[in-house]
């Protein structure tokens, strides 16, 4: 299934050092080489989980119940993750990266708090900047700059690190501001949580609401804050965000129909569905399908164990092909794929299965002669298998 072009019966992938030569039928190609028979299976791209934060993967269930609450959600996944250390933090991390790629991810956009010394293979790793007040702020600011400025590459592309102000409702728009320059400065992608909830656009217009209420709760002055000045915050948000090469809005569960419109104006911008999160707060149904229509660049993660239960990007292709029958099986597997590679500008090694590409393939059980059962199986199988690595075989391989 190269993702770009329709599915191959009886495929036939040429694997030279690790590199994709050719990919088409068996009976149109001269074997070569040894020859490797993968069984009855689909063979895929690796998945791409664009929005994940591993450092909540020590958690054995989600924070909290379902439907509850956003603002209140956060409010005890603070109190949960207060006393957590620097180390723990670090090895759940490890821990979540492994459970993902174990299911089938080759691809990773961790959200981290900083600092953060080790960034797994695989991983693009996204510092996370945060704080009403300005102590708080600056504080976090000044450790994402040390984390990209540690970690970016010698001809100054950030391929491992990123930038992510966490939330309009934990970031305020000079901060949010800061972020979209550094994010311009070194070439690389932001993310941000936008439109979570009804309660966010009450927070950001009015100054009230559930997310007004849990943060006075903290003890946090909302009318320093709140309401902000812009007509329409949430517009404001993603015309500001837009000037960041490549931007992630996360969530996008309260976007309206001008804002759909908006977004597509914007080719730079994707939206990140993490379908499981989504049902576990019973939000509205989502608007992926209006935003598929609008030819948005859609993509899917797993958001986190707090929210979720497990790491398995391809639990959420599942429950999409189980509870969206109005979306294309085909635009949920691109967006587990292709899409997520493109919003992470990294479309030329991941994602597809494509001459020329890293051969980076996972594989899943079906014996489905036809295009409609493939989908039938996938609802139901898990990836049965890694990639084949090529490092251990230098001779050419299928």
């Not at 217009?205 to 943060?215: E, K, T, W």
Request: negative net charge.
């Amino acid at each position: 299934m190269p993702i770009d072009e329709a599915p191959i019966p009886n495929g036939m992938m040429i694997v030279d050092s690790g590199v994709i030569a050719s990919i088409g039928s068996f009976q149109d190609s001269k074997i070569e080489g040894e020859l490797i028979d993968l069984g009855d299976v689909a063979i895929l791209p690796g998945l791409v989980n664009a929005h994940t934060h591993l450092e909540f993967s020590d958690l054995a269930k989600p924070v909290g119940h379902a439907g509850m609450e956003l603002a209140d959600w956060i409010r005890e996944v603070i109190t949960t993750r207060g006393m957590v250390d620097h180390q723990t933090r670090q090895q759940s991390v490890l821990r979540g990266h492994g459970e993902a790629i174990t299911s089938g991810t080759q691809l990773i956009a961790d959200i981290v708090t900083t600092p953060m010394e080790t960034i797994p293979a695989n991983t693009i790793a996204f510092a996370e900047v945060l704080g009403l007040s300005q102590e708080r702020g600056d504080e976090r600011m000044a450790q994402a700059e040390q984390h990209l400025a540690n970690n970016a590459s010698p001809d100054s592309r950030c391929d491992v690190v990123a930038i992510s102000p966490h939330a309009p409702y934990s970031t305020p728009l000079p901060l949010i501001e800061r972020c979209v320059q550094i994010a311009k400065q070194l070439n690389t992608t932001l993310a941000m949580h936008v439109a979570e909830s009804p309660a966010e656009r009450e927070l950001l217009s009015n100054g009230s609401g559930p997310f007004a209420d849990s943060l006075r709760t903290l003890g946090l002055p909302v009318e320093t804050f709140f309401p902000w000045t812009e007509a329409n915050p949430i517009s404001h948000l993603i015309q500001l965000l837009s000037r960041s090469p490549r931007a992630l809005i996360v969530h996008g569960n309260d976007l309206t129909e001008s804002e759909i419109e908006q977004v597509k104006s914007h080719p730079n911008c994707s939206i990140v569905y993490c379908p499981r999160t989504h049902h576990f707060f019973q939000h509205s149904k989502h608007p992926v399908a209006e935003l598929l229509a609008a030819g948005i660049n859609v993509a899917i993660g797993t958001d986190s164990r707090a929210s979720n239960p497990d790491l398995d990007l391809w639990g959420e292709v599942q429950h999409l092909l189980k509870h969206r029958p109005d979306l294309n099986p085909t635009d949920v597997l691109r967006m587990a794929t292709a899409n997520g590679a493109d919003a992470l500008g990294r479309y030329a090694t991941h994602g597809r299965l494509a001459a020329g590409m890293p051969a980076n393939f996972i594989t899943v059980a079906t014996e489905a002669d036809r295009v409609d059962q493939l989908w039938s199986d996938f609802s139901t199988s898990s990836v049965t298998s890694s990639s084949v690595s090529s490092a251990a075989r230098p001779a050419p391989q299928s």
